[in-house]
């Protein structure tokens, strides 16, 4: 089975800014002790945002389908070198999964597999995404990582997770240069993508990615998020490989939130990964610039 996006932890040390972000975006907020739990559809838990003394990512979770496969997984990790550890009971509840196992890539990466994604007991309920955000069988969204080194990132994604090339992205030369990898698990464009270059990253993800239904959700977001004086990482606009309108605004945690709508579904059947030289094919003007 392929994998699929299930789930992220985030360090927080304000989960009141957390709390009234995630309100703009329109996440179901649950809370508990000294976290706060978004949804995004059907699925129990999505982002588990905990109180810390740091700001930033700290891992995501692959969903590996059933037991077995998550079992074959951890034993295919370790045949190939990769140290891996198994999760404790309170982690697995707290991420509404029945088991989990950590691992990091070559750059530091941390990554983990989880089997039995948990239903929520309840409707998904959010004052401005009546429906949810879209999901299904391409997870929850995707996550760019800037790393040292990505080819490495890209190898071990290709090797242990089955990752497949969607595409990539070489920007500028010289010192400006900026090199990306675009790699999906599933039907969607991408679940991780990859760069080294330039463009700026001091957390350690540049952002992590929601789609909507509609393009409409997408503007209506953007609306929200400036009235809110969240600020703004890129205006709206459409990225030229994988074609989803989307705008960037900063979290809490100081990464970026991409939200965004229309993206390509790929068949590998008929999909042939392909090279590009530019992000975005209009708009996106960083710092939100008009």
């Known amino acids: ?42 699925k129990a838990r999505r982002i588990i945002v905990r109180r810390s003394s740091e700001d930033d990512y700290a891992y995501c979770g692959w969903d590996a389908g059933s037991s077995e496969a998550y079992a074959a997984r951890i034993d295919r990790l370790r045949a190939g070198g990769v140290e891996v550890t198994e999760g404790d009971a309170f982690g697995a509840r707290e991420r509404a999964v029945e088991g989990y196992a ?37 997870g929850f969204g995707h996550i760019l990582v800037k790393v040292a080194d990505y080819r490495a990132s890209e190898a071990f994604a290709l090797r242990f997770l089955d990752g497949k090339i969607s595409d990539h ?10 090199e990306m990898v675009f790699i999906h698990m599933n039907e969607r464009h991408h679940s991780v993508a990859f760069f080294e270059g330039a463009i700026p990253a001091s957390k350690k993800i540049h952002h ?31 990225h030229s490989n994988d074609r989803e309108l989307s705008f960037y605004c900063v979290t809490p945690s100081g990464f970026w939130l991409e939200v965004g709508a229309g993206g390509v579904r790929i ?24």
């Open 1 to 42: 089975m392929s994998l699929k996006l299930a789930y992220m932890g985030i360090e927080a040390t304000d989960l009141k800014a957390w709390r009234t972000f995630a309100s703009v975006i329109g996440f179901h907020i649950e809370e508990a002790d000294d976290a706060l739990l978004f949804r995004l559809d059907e």
């Open 102 to 138: 950590t691992f990091v890539d070559p750059n530091g990466f941390r990554q983990e597999i989880a089997y039995g994604i948990q239903e929520a007991k309840t409707p998904f309920k959010s004052e401005f995404m009546k429906d949810g955000f879209s999901t299904g069988d391409g």
């Open 169 to 178: 992205i070489d920007l500028g030369q010289g010192a400006g240069r900026t």
């Open 208 to 238: 992590f990615m929601v789609e909507t239904p509609t393009f409409e959700d997408v503007g209506r977001a953007y609306d929200r998020v400036n009235a809110a004086g969240i600020p703004i990482g890129v205006s709206i606009g459409q």
């Open 267 to 290: 068949d590998d059947a008929t999909w042939s990964a392909g090279a590009y030289d530019s992000v975005s094919s209009w708009g996106h003007k960083f710092g939100g610039a008009k």
